[in-house]
């Protein structure tokens, strides 16, 4: 059954267009069945005119105060190379409730309908958004073009909006003076029987479990997935209803890698990760070998991404898992030496913020920890081996503005990637 909502395109003539300045006003025009299904769409062009930038504007009225609404609006673009640079859907309010128009929120990135781009929001109608108006823009762009269509507003006061709660921990630590890669799961399994006793969803465990402390040459330890420590974890997994993720040295063929692996509630494989940045022991010296893809493995409960140890020192990599969806970061670590120890905590709590995810961070040699994309730290062990921390973490959550909005994926729609060829060709060409 289809939620009924207000057609905020049924009459284009309510709209008005605005630019910051005149020498910037981009072409506009209705396009009356030029939207999806021949409805009408709201057109902008740039003119030929590199510095174009405008909107189509329309006030949002009798909304009533303490009332949740989506608004939603779905738009198509020719010759524009950069959306996150020339396409934006904002609410605005005014300033001191007069004045000049003023950001509010944005409409985030929902996906497709029918082969349209789809963005939206929800807000609350109160005092601060009296003189709310929608503004759909192009910017920046002399070529492009962009359709606006299907602009809606529902009111889903009376509309739940979805429980994204999971309950994480993470462990500590690893055994001393173990003796065979068995007797190093005995260990994670205790640990692993103790954080289920929490209730909680999803366990991650650190670096290289199936060999760290070991005297035995790492190439020998080294062994498949599936095989000896997965399916230990399996089993625990299956046990306890529990995903279960871990970093294992993994043969594979001629080669070995550092994966990370991630087990389900029933003790099936969901996927893995090869650590991608190996320092110089571990790749060059150790032979380790790189793994060269950033997987986004999907729960119950959300999508989940993986990093191992030296992952973490490169923030490209948490911001592709957070770019391919992640709302959870898994970072098994072997610990963070730099400084005495001193950046470990404010390194997974940039990583979090900058990307919007949780990151659950499980290190051999350290405090490991939950933390928000708040940056809040909402859980960290204690330095014994075998600690735990657990949390239950709310995957809506999302860091604030100086206005006391929620950014959440704002950066994601801002960044210029566009801009950023210089992280792909700098490398060795320089002196």
Known sequence: MNEPFTDLLSNPGAWSTWTPRKELEPRFDVAVDGGPGGRPALAIGGRGNPFACGCWRLPLKG????????????????????????????????????????????????????????????????????????????????????????????????????????????????????????ACIDFYGDRLDEAASHRVDLVCLPELINTTGLSIAKDDLAEPIPGPTSE?????????????????????????YNTGLLVDRTGGLVGKYRKTHLPINEGVLGGTAPGDAYPIFHTDFGSVGYMICYDGHFPEVPRI???????????????????????????????????????????????????????????????????????????????????????RRRYDQIRRADTYGELLHHLFTRP
């Open 232 to 256: 230990r974890l399996a089993e625990k997994a299956r046990v306890h209803g529990m995903y279960v993720a871990a970093s294992i040295l993994e043969r594979y063929g001629d080669a070995t």
């Open 63 to 182: 909304l009533e105060d303490g009332r949740r609404y989506r608004i939603e609006a779905v738009f198509e673009t020719d010759q524009i190379a950069a959306p996150g640079k020339s396409v934006r859907a904002i609410l605005t309010t005014r300033s001191g409730g007069q004045g000049r128009a003023v950001f509010y929120d944005q409409l985030d990135n929902l996906g497709v309908r029918d082969r349209w781009h789809l963005v939206g929001t929800v807000f609350e109608a109160s005092e601060q958004t009296r003189d709310v108006a929608i503004q759909l823009f192009l910017a920046w762009s002399a070529e492009g073009r962009v359709r606006w269509g299907d602009v809606r507003l529902y009111d889903v006061t009376d509309t739940p909006g979805p429980e994204r709660l999971v309950h994480l921990a993470v462990i500590s630590g690893n055994p001393k003076h173990p003796r065979s890669p068995a």
């Open 321 to 407: 898992l957070a770019l391919e969806g992640a709302d959870v970061v898994l970072w098994s670590n072997m610990g963070d030496g730099r400084e005495g120890g001193s950046l470990w905590e404010p390194v997974v709590r940039t990583r979090a913020v900058d990307n919007q995810v949780h990151i659950a961070a499980a290190v051999n040699a350290g405090r490991s920890c939950i933390v928000s994309p708040k940056g809040e730290i909402l859980a960290m062990s204690d330095r014994s081996a075998g600690g735990i921390a657990a949390a239950r973490c709310d995957l809506s959550a999302s860091v604030c503005d100086y206005t006391g909005r929620p950014i």
